[in-house]
């Protein structure tokens, strides 16, 4: 496991297509954006896949 503390507008990179850019830090909660290929296939925690709408979420496919 791997714990890092990243501020506003910085980015992950994992391997070479996945990027996790920090979006925004409000009221407690991080806002995040996923960059990656779309042979990539990106799920939730939750189980649902990122693509699905979720009540309060748009893609950023949406925008």
């Avoid at 890092?4 to 980015?11: A, D, F």
């Avoid at 909660?29 to 896949?49: E, L, N």
């Amino acid at each position: 496991m791997l714990t890092l503390t990243r501020r506003v507008g910085e980015t992950l990179h994992i391997g070479d297509h996945t990027a996790i850019v920090v979006e925004a830090l409000e009221n407690g909660k991080v806002r995040i954006r996923v960059q990656s290929d779309q042979a990539t296939r990106t799920v939730r925690a939750d189980g649902r896949p990122a693509d699905r709408p979720v009540l309060g979420l748009r893609s950023s496919r949406e925008r």
